[in-house]
């Protein structure tokens, strides 16, 4: 093994990071407090919407955009097969059944013109549209905004792959997680994405109402806001002030409540994310450069025209029946050299679950990106050096040096 190990992701935590942490854990604040509702501001602030509600995961943070948009037996909710788990489960979560579209076979993103056939299609109609921003590129939004205004369905972005992605719309450039075109943007801040809370997520959102309805489905489905009692006689005393210890639950939610220790590294951490991003794109373009050679058996990842991604994943695309390796062989092979690589990811619908529950489903995008793709080490904390060699060994792995 020539070097240290290096992942596919890895987090970058500094003794800034470290100092916010413990400042919370000497301070009165460990759960919900004044750190959670900083890191929401300035998150709301960073993405440019109105309000964002920090939670325990990205997961958590899907099914709270899935209740909150009211989905439920019967209603039906696209989703992209290239993604992870959490996106089709946060559907079946509220008991609402999951319809697959297909993707495009170079970007793996979500193809609209799929969810236009779906649309037309359904005969009870589409209840809401989950766009995947796959390693950080994102899919049309401008259109299935449009579509989403003929058609009635409520769009959730899940954009846990793209904090600090930016994409054009006309000539305006509009923010991953502005809700510009959803309702509500779904973010994730696992160790190997963007920035780093451990485990944490968020939701963000610039409609009042969804606003409110995420705080309380976070708690419980509770709400201590007088002006949402509904027991009149047990919420009021006698001058009809609200007593000081009640509460109500008026529908039922769920404990995904972010901390002050989480919310104190994310924050410190989001002061980071315009230098982790652009470390990011130097690493990306690097690797397009030093790829170059291993054309047409191994081609980078595919940029969207007018999308300029906060890379999280560098993805190529490897034919691997012309290499005469399988991406098993090529796997082990950069692990024994100390480099990790990863599968983003196995199609959804292919799992087990999906597929008792809704039989076999012919999917020839995700098929044909799933077959090709595999993830190379991307973090900032890289040296140029790095990528040198990690396209040297994948090189020599393939037999092409």
């Given at each position: 093994?020539?070097?240290?190990?290096?992942?596919?992701?890895?987090?970058?935590?500094?003794?800034?990071?470290?100092?916010?942490?413990?400042?919370?854990?000497?301070?009165?604040?460990?759960?919900?407090?004044?750190?959670?509702?900083?890191?929401?501001?300035?998150?709301?602030?960073?993405?440019?919407?109105?309000?964002?509600?920090?939670?325990?995961?990205?997961?958590?943070?899907?099914?709270?955009?899935?209740?909150?948009?009211?989905?439920?037996?019967?209603?039906?909710?696209?989703?992209?097969?290239?993604?992870?788990?959490?996106?089709?489960?946060?559907?079946?979560?509220?008991?609402?059944?999951?319809?697959?579209?297909?993707?495009?076979?170079?970007?793996?993103?979500?193809?609209?013109?799929?969810?236009?056939?779906i649309v037309d299609r359904a005969r009870n109609g589409i209840r809401a549209?989950?766009?995947?921003?796959?390693?950080?590129?994102?899919?049309?939004?401008?259109?299935?905004?449009?579509?989403?205004?003929?058609?009635?369905?409520?769009?959730?972005?899940?954009?846990?792959?793209?904090?600090?992605?930016?994409?054009?719309?006309?000539?305006?450039?509009?923010?991953?997680?502005?809700?510009?075109?959803?309702?509500?943007?779904?973010?994730?801040?696992?160790?190997?994405?963007?920035?780093?809370?451990?485990?944490?997520?968020?939701?963000?959102?610039?409609?009042?109402?969804?606003?409110?309805?995420?705080?309380?489905?976070?708690?419980?489905?509770?709400?201590?806001?007088?002006?949402?009692?509904?027991?009149?006689?047990?919420?009021?005393?006698?001058?009809?002030?609200?007593?000081?210890?009640?509460?109500?639950?008026?529908?039922?939610?769920?404990?995904?409540?972010?901390?002050?220790?989480?919310?104190?590294?994310?924050?410190?951490?989001?002061?980071?994310?315009?230098?982790?991003?652009?470390?990011?794109?130097?690493?990306?373009?690097?690797?397009?450069?030093?790829?170059?050679?291993?054309?047409?058996?191994?081609?980078?990842?595919?940029?969207?025209?007018?999308?300029?991604?906060?890379?999280?994943?560098?993805?190529?695309?490897?034919?691997?029946?012309?290499?005469?390796?399988?991406?098993?062989?090529?796997?082990?092979?950069?692990?024994?050299?100390?480099?990790?690589?990863?599968?983003?990811?196995?199609?959804?619908?292919?799992?087990?679950?999906?597929?008792?529950?809704?039989?076999?489903?012919?999917?020839?995008?995700?098929?044909?990106?799933?077959?090709?793709?595999?993830?190379?080490?991307?973090?900032?904390?890289?040296?140029?050096?790095?990528?040198?060699?990690?396209?040297?060994?994948?090189?020599?792995?393939?037999?092409?040096?």
């Amino acid at each position: 093994m020539t070097g240290s190990f290096l992942p596919y992701g890895r987090h970058v935590v500094d003794d800034d990071d470290i100092s916010a942490v413990a400042e919370v854990l000497r301070g009165d604040w460990l759960t919900t407090g004044p750190t959670v509702e900083k890191f929401e501001a300035s998150l709301a602030e960073r993405v440019g919407a109105r309000f964002a509600v920090a939670c325990s995961s990205g997961t958590a943070g899907l099914h709270m955009a899935t209740a909150v948009a009211g989905l439920s037996p019967g209603d039906r909710a696209v989703v992209p097969p290239m993604t992870f788990l959490a996106t089709a489960n946060a559907v079946r979560y509220q008991g609402g059944d999951v319809v697959f579209s297909d993707v495009d076979p170079q970007t793996g993103l979500l193809n609209i013109d799929g969810v236009q056939d779906i649309v037309d299609r359904a005969r009870n109609g589409i209840r809401a549209v989950l766009p995947v921003h796959l390693a950080g590129q994102t899919v049309d939004m401008p259109s299935l905004a449009r579509l989403a205004k003929k058609a009635g369905f409520v769009v959730i972005e899940d954009a846990c792959h793209a904090l600090g992605t930016e994409y054009l719309d006309g000539n305006e450039v509009v923010s991953v997680g502005s809700c510009r075109h959803s309702t509500m943007a779904v973010f994730s801040f696992h160790p190997v994405k963007t920035i780093a809370m451990g485990e944490g997520g968020a939701v963000t959102t610039n409609d009042p109402d969804v606003y409110r309805k995420l705080l309380e489905f976070r708690n419980h489905g509770m709400t201590r806001e007088a002006n949402q009692f509904q027991n009149r006689d047990m919420a009021l005393d006698s001058d009809a002030e609200p007593n000081p210890w009640y509460y109500e639950m008026p529908s039922i939610g769920f404990n995904y409540r972010a901390s002050d220790i989480h919310c104190a590294l994310a924050h410190s951490q989001l002061k980071k994310l315009n230098s982790f991003i652009a470390r990011r794109r130097e690493l990306a373009a690097r690797y397009d450069e030093q790829l170059q050679y291993l054309s047409p058996i191994l081609l980078p990842p595919l940029r969207i025209e007018g999308c300029n991604p906060a890379w999280h994943l560098y993805a190529v695309r490897i034919d691997f029946k012309a290499s005469g390796m399988t991406r098993k062989q090529v796997m082990v092979r950069l692990r024994e050299a100390g480099i990790g690589s990863q599968v983003h990811y196995i199609p959804v619908h292919l799992q087990p679950y999906y597929r008792r529950l809704y039989g076999e489903s012919s999917l020839p995008g995700a098929t044909a990106y799933y077959a090709a793709t595999l993830s190379l080490p991307l973090f900032p904390s890289m040296s140029d050096g790095d990528v040198g060699r990690v396209v040297d060994t994948l090189a020599h792995c393939l037999g092409m040096n």
